[in-house]
């Protein structure tokens, strides 16, 4: 019989990181606190723009502060991933359908959502709530102006403040990367934030967007003056006491020793970024036999972590845009120079053979395409994006396999 002996793992690649693994990012809370959840809980509304690339952690961010909001502000949670949402009615199911859930989680704001609501109550069962799709997409048009829609969070605000001390709702619009380039969506948020602030008496709202920098610029390239009402915050790379602490807190919670040199290897790998940190993680937390990390262990789990995103992004992004042979051999050759994160085009250039040496400053403008490569800061200097691609590359380039 097959049985497993490891307990759960406590890295979540693919998902925001649960409360009690959450690490760093002082700065950006705090920022959020004291101007954003602080003001609300006192009664003025606020607007907030969550910015930074894909994986770096702006849902684990927002996730976060909202649990902390709730607990210590008494703002009442709403949190909506609307990365599939592309129009303003598809917008008012998600928030309609996000607020049902919102009440899931405690008894005492059950009685009141679900009572609110209960047309789009499916079910409510050990796994939480059902939802009944076609009453939500019904009436979702009816929710779909700003005004109607602060109505409806004024009216769950309302109801839940019977008897209990809620100052305010804190809803989040995570992944808007589908609508931020309808320009409906930016009227709709510009114009929600106006009608609350200009209202007889505003609804206590902290509204959070998250998405990457360009989301927020394809919205204000549709309606300029949305630009003044995001306090934007932004999610940089972690430092390495940030990733050390999580790598610690993460084995820690499973009874697994980590010491210095088998820490630094897998941060050093991280470079900053959580999602390749939990990659890695999880990687060494099924290696690992005895309690302990090796450095052994460390190292290996970086090489797999490398192929698994080496094999996501790599191979279908980077080898398939890069038709021509010639392409393949010079990105073999810069490959194997080593694992420094940069290279200058003068010393690669001695070693191509002519058709390459013609072809390599369109690969290098591919490659920049790609996002593989950024121009360094020296004449001829080319830097490697991510430290796991720069290693997957060499490490596919002493696999030596065949590219078609
Ligand atoms: N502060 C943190 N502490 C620990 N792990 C984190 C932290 N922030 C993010 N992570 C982890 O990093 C990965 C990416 O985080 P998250 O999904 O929050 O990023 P994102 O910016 O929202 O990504 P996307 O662009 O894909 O929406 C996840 O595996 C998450 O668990
Ligand atoms: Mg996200």
Redesign the pocket.
Known sequence: MITSTKGKSPF??????PVE?????TEQLNRIITRGVGQVAEGKPITIYVQ?E???????VAKFVQWMADRNYNLHPIYASIGGVGSLEDLAAAVLEATVRSGAFDPKKWEKIGEFLAKYVGSIDLYGVSINFDALKKDASNFKTPFSMLSFLSETLNRLRKDTEINGVFLVLD?INGVASNPDFAFFVKSMVDTNAMSTEPLPLLLML?GVENCRREMIHNHQPVERIFDVVD?EPMCKEEMEE?FLKAFKSVNISVTSKPLGIMSYYSAGF??IM?LIGDSAFWLDQDGEITEGEAMNAVLSAADEVGKKYVDQQVFKALRSKDYHSILRKIAKTGLDMSFLRQDVTKGLTESERKKFDNFLQRMKKLKVLRSGDIKGEYVFNSRMVRLYIWLDALRKRPRR
């Open positions: 979540y690649p693919g998902q925001p990181v693994l959450f690490v760093g990012r930074g894909y994986g770096i952690g702006k849902s684990s992944e998250c999610i999580f959580p999602k939990h």
